[in-house]
T-cell receptor, first 116, second 114 residues
Framework: GAVVSQHPSRVICKSGTSVKIECRSL??????MFWYRQFPKQSLMLMAT?????????EQGVEKDKFLINHASLTLSTLTVTSAHPEDSSFYIC????????????FGSGTRLTVV | DQQVKQNSPSLSVQEGRISILNCDYT??????FLWYKKYPAEGPTFLIS?????DKNEDGRFTVFLNKSAKHLSLHIVPSQPGDSAVYFC?????????????FGKGTKLSVKP
């Protein structure tokens, strides 16, 4: 089946540094990918929609200059958390839509970011 | 305002019995609903989905029921197994519309006791 590979699975970084998270569709082309964030005991919250070849669409309250999204190819979207702070510590998950008769959403395995 | 609500944060069930997880939604434009299972520190795993044109979809031990008039759906797991213990998220989408993202509920933690 369709697989989305996300890495790193876990990263610890110092406050003020930047962290890049990659999301790859392994056996299909993903025109659109989604980035979610989950805080403890909370729901998955959509941060932004990543469209190949165009600018990402950010949800209200999500700083686009802080969470840089690049979707330069049909198989790769990246999320860069710039100048990370402890409050950015969270679980980040990417997702892609499968179109056509196999419609569905497939998720990456997630990245646990801890900013110290 | 939450568009997808899972009002029970947790549910405990005995092995072999039925687990019923509930989900309510407010947006009548949603036309596709999904259930995901999630273990800690992992991404959600798709379980089962249902289109708004149906009222039931069954896959093995998992059955999803949709009541459009009540804007309510439920996931039935029978028989429940200890390996089913996880957090279950209900999600909705209006695929036919301009949005492609999923709206998630807060999840229900299911514990299946041996």
């Amino acid at each position: 089946g369709a697989v989305v590979s996300q890495h790193p699975s876990r990263v610890i970084c110092k406050s003020g540094t930047s962290v890049k998270i990659e999301c790859r569709s392994l056996d299909f082309q993903a025109t659109t990918m989604f980035w979610y964030r989950q805080f403890p005991k909370q729901s998955l919250m959509l941060m932004a929609t990543s469209n190949e070849g165009s600018k990402a669409t950010y949800e209200q309250g999500v700083e686009k200059d802080k969470f840089l999204i690049n979707h330069a190819s049909l198989t790769l979207s990246t999320l860069t958390v710039t100048s990370a702070h402890p409050e950015d510590s969270s679980f980040y998950i990417c997702s892609a839509i499968l179109g056509g008769p196999n419609y569905g959403y497939t998720f990456g395995s997630g990245t646990r970011l801890t900013v110290v | 305002d939450q568009q997808v609500k899972q009002n029970s944060p947790s549910l405990s069930v005995q092995e072999g019995r039925i687990s019923i997880l509930n989900c309510d939604y407010t947006n009548s434009m949603f036309d596709y609903f999904l259930w995901y299972k999630k273990y800690p520190a992992e991404g959600p795993t798709f379980l089962i989905s249902i289109s708004s044109i149906k009222d039931k979809n069954e896959d093995g031990r998992f059955t999803v029921f949709l009541n459009k008039s009540a804007k309510h759906l439920s996931l039935h797991i029978v028989p429940s197994q200890p390996g089913d213990s996880a957090v279950y998220f209900c999600a909705a989408s209006n695929y036919g519309g301009s949005q492609g993202n999923l709206i998630f509920g807060k999840g229900t933690k299911l514990s299946v006791k041996p």
